[in-house]
């Protein structure tokens, strides 16, 4: 198969979505690679690595695009992309900030197979797929390392001629993989830290990388079969904002990364508690994408407001690009050699890996969700 690699074209993004290193393998596969120039450049991979790797190298975008039979990207393909794929040709990258009806119907105008990496289920057997873990990851990392700039304080314990310096004490909201990894980070930075999290099945992860667990009435049926978190009711969402903001009133920085699949992130900072927090603390909100979990988080912007720092952060793995576009790469060669695997190259839809990342397909849209979120911004 032809695969084609172009630039990614979204403001702010410096990945790639095949480095050079898994070029190789694809290639190794019998399978074509085609680069557009450059597109490497900003993740530190320059055209000559692919070119050694055995890639072709294309100056044009329009011809990258409609002489491919496979387009892998990162952020979802705007509308001048999809108009330059060729019919019948395959899309696989992240999709679901952009699934409305006018997108899927240019899609299906084309019968252009598209895959969304988000919507590969997390089970084991899709582990090695699973871009949305390595990219929350990297996320966790960098929250911590912008937290400790923002913040006017040492994160170890100081001992110094001046006196000791007590750490800072860090507040968790989420232990997913971002909250796990945003934890061990402020551990290793010499923070004290503690988490907040509505699945009981975290807490014996969070108290293994040293962190303190805060307690709550526990509940049961906490995350979807699928592994992501559900919505809680409003009555819950009280009683666990009570919690939080006795906690974040106790801590100099807070990190929450809490989100629903496909919807809002709810709201678990309010404006009053933020008042009653410290002065010179840090709110690192991960969820800002999703609207953000603190009430006066702006996406995309730091502000500074009641003595506390607000930072409603956007595309954390892009500022980490040479490993964050290793493991996307890796990711997205996995869940591309599982759609491929057949000799006669043929999608096994009976493969709940392959069924539930497909949106588009022979002109039709087959993901259930996905089918059901248009019938409800239809009738809205």
């Given at each position: 198969m032809k695969i084609g690699i172009p630039n990614e074209i979204s403001d702010g993004e410096r990945r790639v979505a095949i480095v050079p290193k898994t070029a190789t393998q694809l290639l190794k596969d019998g399978h074509e690679v085609f680069v557009e120039i450059g597109a490497g450049e900003k993740?530190?991979?320059?055209?000559?690595?692919?070119?050694?790797?055995?890639?072709?190298?294309?100056?044009?975008?329009?011809?990258?695009?409609?002489?491919?039979?496979?387009?892998?990207?990162?952020?979802?393909?705007?509308?001048e992309e999809i108009e330059m794929m060729k019919n019948d040709s395959t899309y696989i990258g992240f999709l679901s900030s952009v699934l409305d009806a006018e997108f899927l119907n240019l899609m299906n105008q084309k019968s252009i197979s598209s895959f969304a990496m988000e919507f590969i289920p997390r089970i084991s057997r899709s582990q090695s797929m699973d871009?949305?873990?390595?990219?929350?990851?990297?996320?966790?990392?960098?929250?911590?390392?912008?937290?400790?700039?923002?913040?006017?304080?040492?994160?170890?314990?100081?001992?110094?001629?001046?006196?000791?310096?007590?750490?800072?004490?860090?507040?968790?909201?989420?232990a997913g993989v971002a909250g796990l990894q945003a934890i061990a980070t402020a551990r290793r930075l010499g923070a004290r830290v503690e988490a907040f999290d509505t699945r009981p099945a975290v807490k014996e992860q969070v108290e293994s990388l040293g962190a303190q667990f805060i307690e709550m009435e526990l509940v049961k049926n906490a995350e979807t079969a699928a592994g992501y978190a559900k919505e809680m009711t409003e009555e819950f969402m009280k009683r666990e904002r009570k919690i939080i903001g006795d906690r974040a009133a106790q801590n100099h920085v807070v990190i929450t990364t809490a989100q629903l699949f496909g919807k809002k992130a709810p709201i678990l900072i309010t404006e009053e508690m933020v008042k009653k927090m410290q002065k010179g603390s840090v709110i690192i909100d991960l969820a800002a994408e999703q609207g953000g979990n603190c009430e006066i988080t702006e996406p995309g912007k730091n502000i500074y407001k009641h003595g506390v720092t607000i930072c409603g952060v956007l595309n954390l793995p892009s500022t980490l690009p040479i490993d964050a576009s290793s493991m996307y790469s890796r990711n997205i060669t996995q869940f591309f050699k599982h759609l491929y695997k057949a000799e006669d190259r043929n999608l096994d839809f009976e493969d709940k890996i392959t069924k539930s990342s497909c949106v588009t397909y022979n002109g039709e849209i087959v993901n259930d969700y996905v089918r059901t979120a248009i019938r409800k911004g239809a009738n809205t």
């Open positions: 993740a530190c991979f320059p055209d000559t690595e692919y070119e050694q790797a055995g890639a072709v190298i294309i100056k044009d975008k329009q011809l990258l695009y409609s002489g491919a039979d496979v387009i892998m990207k990162i952020q979802p393909p705007q509308r871009a949305l873990s390595s990219m929350a990851s990297i996320a966790g990392y960098r929250a911590v390392l912008i937290a400790a700039q923002y913040l006017g304080k040492f994160f170890p314990l100081m001992m110094t001629a001046a006196g000791t310096i007590p750490p800072a004490k860090l507040l968790v909201v989420g």
